[in-house]
């Protein structure tokens, strides 16, 4: 097994570099330069070339490529142009606030969806399976986006429950009852449209399980039904969800993004958005090479689970 | 699954239960910005959003007198101007000490201009500094005494006390600079009414009262600046009453707040002009009469009231109003009579040749371009012309425009905000501002009285004296018509009802130096 993910994480590496080349055409094809994004109106060619000389991005595209590379093999990911500080505490600062929205919502959506998925299956076609069918594709065809701001008007502005935006009290607060209340509302958003995928797919999975020899035989032998279902069933039916979980965990980083412009959460997400629409390239590029690595991670983390899972991997 | 359900929902409605969402405590003003501040340096930042922040902490030499664009003493308690035009002479008030304690005097002026104009200055390299060329034609800062400074000019420039005025000219304690380098845009240290107290990053920053300010200490103990980009969340926060002060509200959402007695709307016209540039070198627009039957084609009435209701006003010429002093308010607008700009471009002999339209999907100052841009191409069409839309988004459009729109385009939206009468027609309607000798002038308008009225200006030290030549340069501009003058933006601003002797400023700053929020 740890000869398996040393090798996958090594086969990660040519990939993660792979992809800073392509960020690095990429934001030098896109038209717009940072010295004009900064300077906005004032941007004539004399202070762009002034101001693109301080910055050093005067020099050619694969000096500046091999510099960063240098220097980011060394652990220095350079300093963003918009936000005046090192690449690497701003990506740091927001990849963990994402991690913790994407993992609460990661955490909701898979008990949610398996809870909904089982009991779908073991009820199909009851009134409880169209019921929950009903809701989760209502779930799965939501735009995210504007549930949040349905979200926000109902229990922010309406009830005033939950906070509209941030991720912490502005006065006072910064404890875990205080985030956990900040975190209500994004997480749920972010949760929802998985939660539909899991459900279905484990309804699925669980039906086509329930179908299977070797279930009737436990029956057969009478083992009481919740154990056919919880032990047998659920547990062979999670190794097709398993892997799907782990798919669904780069949606949800990628989901992020939007949730987290509409509820102002200080993530990774909204934090891309803005330094592509400013230009600024090493902010870019740090932000995109942690999220790729964390979707690297979360992968390989589903298939290590699917194969402890699955007799027949190993 | 029921008994689990409700177990869920029960533990949910504890561990999140808050009896209503705490309010904003008195004394302390929670204000929503548009984004996450760049950085608290005034020399290396130019947005306004920073601006907002930074004219509450620091103070520059001379300021915007209340209410208007006039330049009156600040740090500086007085000045003198040399005949020709190229020596000023500020004296400055006595007493004052930056937030960390060292004194404001006239060598830490010196200081303040040599950082960002020479490159050899051993703290040259905090920066870049971006709009440093507001200085530019500043040869030497001398000290002459400790509270005597003394700037000599290349050559005569009358924006420089206004440039003074703008954030680039604010100062900054020396000695916090020596102290942290690169990160003192972090550690921000100036003599403002505000002290730097916090930066948490895309969270907060907070600012709390000078007890010693020279102007008298404000009566808030606190300013807190929140970031928060969309506007709807912006929106839905300050509903639910986790903001005091919320800026650049969406038009949509303005006439909610008004009919709401918890919110007071405060608007202000500024600086601002929304335009067409033509392109006068070739294709139709090359014609005067053509260039004019576009500004009578379009319904500016309409795009003011309907697109950007009631934000903004009709532009009669290419100076805004909001230089009261150099605006020749014998101007109108161009009428909207669509007959007569059929006439005219009969008269003119426009063939009905397509013509193409850059517009751009947003950016700063540009309002709502995409319907500004469908409205406008409507009303064209309407008078027989074959407009065909090119749409491009900010950083990409600029890419296209600035360089000139010779052989790709014939008209192009665009927005300036400006702080001098001089700034926009000087980088954009002279012949020498063509692309290809580094101006804005895109579209290639040329008129040697122009040029002329222009650099006179520009080298005329009487206010009076510029202002007759601004209101001559604005009537021929009118009738050259080298742009579509569209619209000057009024800003706006929705504070909670408790919030008193808040004022918007023409020139966009947040000043917050006299507001109170007892309650």
Request: with cysteine; aromatic share 10%.
């Amino acid at each position: 097994m740890s000869a398996y993910i040393a090798k996958r994480l090594l086969a990660a590496i040519p990939v993660l570099f792979g992809l800073t080349v392509i960020v690095f055409l990429i934001m030098a094809m896109i038209p717009g330069d940072p010295a004009t994004a900064i300077l906005g109106s004032y941007a004539t060619p004399e202070n762009v070339a002034r101001l693109n000389r301080q910055l050093g991005l005067d020099k050619t595209l694969v000096e500046q490529y091999v510099i960063w590379l240098g220097n980011m093999l060394q652990g220095d990911f350079g300093r963003s142009y918009t936000l005046n500080r090192p690449v690497i505490d701003e990506v740091m600062e927001r990849f963990s606030a994402t991690l913790v929205l994407a993992g609460t919502s990661l955490l909701l959506c898979s008990v949610f969806g398996l809870i909904a998925g089982v009991v779908s299956a073991v009820r199909q076609f009851s009134f409880t399976d169209k019921i929950i069918t009903f809701v989760v594709l209502i779930g799965i065809s939501v735009p995210s986006f504007w549930l949040g701001l349905l979200l926000i008007l109902v229990f922010a502005v309406n009830l005033r429950w939950f906070p509209a935006s941030g991720m912490f009290a502005i006065y006072g607060g910064g404890d875990l009852p205080d985030l956990l209340y900040h975190l209500a509302l994004p997480a749920v958003t972010l949760a929802v449209v998985a939660t539909g995928v899991i459900a279905r797919l484990t309804r699925t999975a669980m039906l086509e399980v329930l179908r299977q020899d070797f279930i009737r035989t436990a029956r057969a032998k009478g083992v009481t039904e919740n154990a056919v279902i919880y032990r047998h069933a659920f547990k062979a039916a999670l190794v097709t969800v398993i892997p799907v979980i782990g798919i669904q965990a780069g949606f949800v980083l990628g989901g992020a993004v939007y949730i987290e412009t509409v509820f102002q959460w200080p993530g990774i997400g909204s934090m891309l958005v803005k330094a592509i629409s400013t230009r600024d390239l090493l902010l870019v590029q740090g932000g995109v090479l942690v999220v790729a690595a964390a979707y690297v991670l979360f992968n390989l983390a589903a298939d290590v689970v699917q194969t402890l899972l699955d007799p027949r991997l190993r | 699954m029921k008994t689990l359900l409700a177990t869920a929902m029960t533990i949910a409605a504890l561990a999140f239960a808050s009896p209503s969402l705490a309010q904003t405590p008195p004394n302390v003003l929670i204000v929503g910005q548009i984004a996450e501040p760049k950085s608290l340096d005034p020399h290396a930042v130019t947005a306004v959003n920073d601006f907002r922040i930074l004219m509450n902490v620091y103070d520059g030499l001379v300021r915007y007198k209340d209410g208007t664009l006039e330049v009156e003493s600040a740090l500086a308690e007085s000045w003198t101007i040399s005949d020709d035009g190229t020596v000023y002479t500020f004296s400055l008030r006595d007493g004052i000490t930056f937030h960390d304690g060292t004194p404001f005097n006239a060598e830490a002026v010196k200081f303040n201009f040599e950082r960002m104009l020479d490159e050899d200055h051993p703290f040259h390299d905090t920066g870049p500094f971006p709009l440093a060329f507001f200085f530019s034609a500043v040869d030497t800062v001398t000290a002459d005494d400790e509270l005597t400074v003394e700037f000599k000019l290349k050559e005569p420039y009358a924006p420089f006390l206004s440039n003074l005025a703008y954030p680039t000219g604010l100062i900054v304690s020396p000695e916090a600079v020596k102290q942290y380098g690169k990160d003192f845009g972090r550690h921000p240290t100036g003599t403002g009414a505000y002290k730097f107290a916090e930066w948490d990053a895309n969270a907060k920053v907070v600012v709390s009262r000078n007890e010693d300010y020279w102007d008298g200490a404000p009566s808030l103990e606190a300013v807190i600046y929140r970031p928060i980009t969309d506007a709807n969340t912006r929106i839905a926060e300050m509903l639910s009453g986790g903001l005091d002060i919320m800026v650049e509200v969406p038009p949509d959402s303005l006439q909610q707040f008004r009919s709401d007695d918890a919110f007071v709307v405060h608007e202000q016209a500024g600086p601002h002009l929304w335009f067409l540039i033509l392109n006068a070198k070739e294709g139709p627009f090359a014609k005067k009469e053509i260039r004019q039957a576009a500004n009578y084609a379009i319904n500016k009435k309409a795009l003011v009231d309907n697109i950007l209701q009631g934000t903004a006003e009709v532009a009669a010429g290419p100076t805004p109003p909001a230089f009261a002093w150099a605006y020749n308010d014998g101007l109108s607008p161009y009428p909207y009579d669509p007959e007569k700009a059929k006439a005219m471009l009969q008269e003119a002999g426009y063939d009905g040749g397509e013509v193409t339209f850059y517009v751009t999907e947003g950016g700063s100052g540009m309002l709502d371009p995409v319907a500004m841009g469908t409205a406008i191409q409507a009303d064209l069409e309407a008078v027989g012309m074959d407009v065909k839309i090119e749409t491009y988004e900010w950083n990409t459009f600029l890419g296209k425009v600035n360089p000139g729109l010779e052989g790709k385009a014939d008209l192009a939206e665009m927005a300036w905000m400006t702080n001098d009468p001089d700034t926009l027609p000087f980088l954009a309607l002279r012949t020498g501002a063509w692309p290809d000798k580094g101006g804005f002038n895109s579209g290639y308008y040329s008129n040697p009285k122009v040029d002329e009225l222009l650099e006179k200006a520009r080298r005329a030290t009487d206010q009076d004296e510029r202002a007759g030549l601004y209101k001559e340069m604005q009537e021929i501009v009118r009738e050259d018509a080298p742009w579509v003058f569209v619209a000057n933006w009024k800003q706006n601003a929705v504070t909670k009802a408790s919030v008193e002797d808040f004022k918007l400023q023409p020139s966009f700053f947040l000043m917050l130096q006299k507001v109170a929020k007892p309650q």
